[in-house]
């Protein structure tokens, strides 16, 4: 798995409680993507068994709204999210401090 920016915010949010079910529009807004960029990796994670779905039953007080599609992290999930985003954690101060010490300041005779 490549852990891209988008895909780092979904695992957060969905590693932030690993029992609890999100839909589609909770886990956009807590990640802050499009659906465009997020049903497509949510698609992925499930062809790789990372992630499990499920249709909510039709409610009698939904007032015309349509069945939300909830997804959680299986246990391989959990297990590989925790250890995508430790890797990234342990990395992040390795790249910031490489950041600018590659490159002269502007004006200097370096």
């Known amino acids: 798995m490549k852990?891209?920016?988008?895909l780092e915010r979904v695992l957060r949010v969905?590693?932030?409680d690993p029992a609890a079910q999100h839909y589609g529009y909770d886990l956009m807004k807590a990640a802050k993507l499009p659906?465009?960029?997020l049903y497509p990796m949510l698609a992925r994670l499930q062809q790789e068994g990372l992630v499990d779905?499920?249709?909510e039953a039709q409610r009698q007080d939904?007032?015309?709204r349509p069945p939300r599609k909830y997804y959680r992290l299986t246990a391989e999930g959990l297990r590989v999210a925790r250890l995508e985003l430790a890797q990234a954690a342990s990395a992040a101060p390795a790249?910031?401090?490489?950041?600018?010490?590659?490159?002269?300041?502007?004006?200097?005779?370096r």
């Open 35 to 37: 659906s465009g960029t």
């Open 3 to 6: 852990l891209t920016g988008p």
């Open 62 to 64: 939904a007032g015309g």
């Open 14 to 16: 969905m590693t932030a």
């Open 95 to 109: 790249r910031r401090a490489g950041r600018g010490a590659t490159r002269p300041a502007p004006g200097s005779t």
């Open 53 to 55: 779905s499920e249709w």
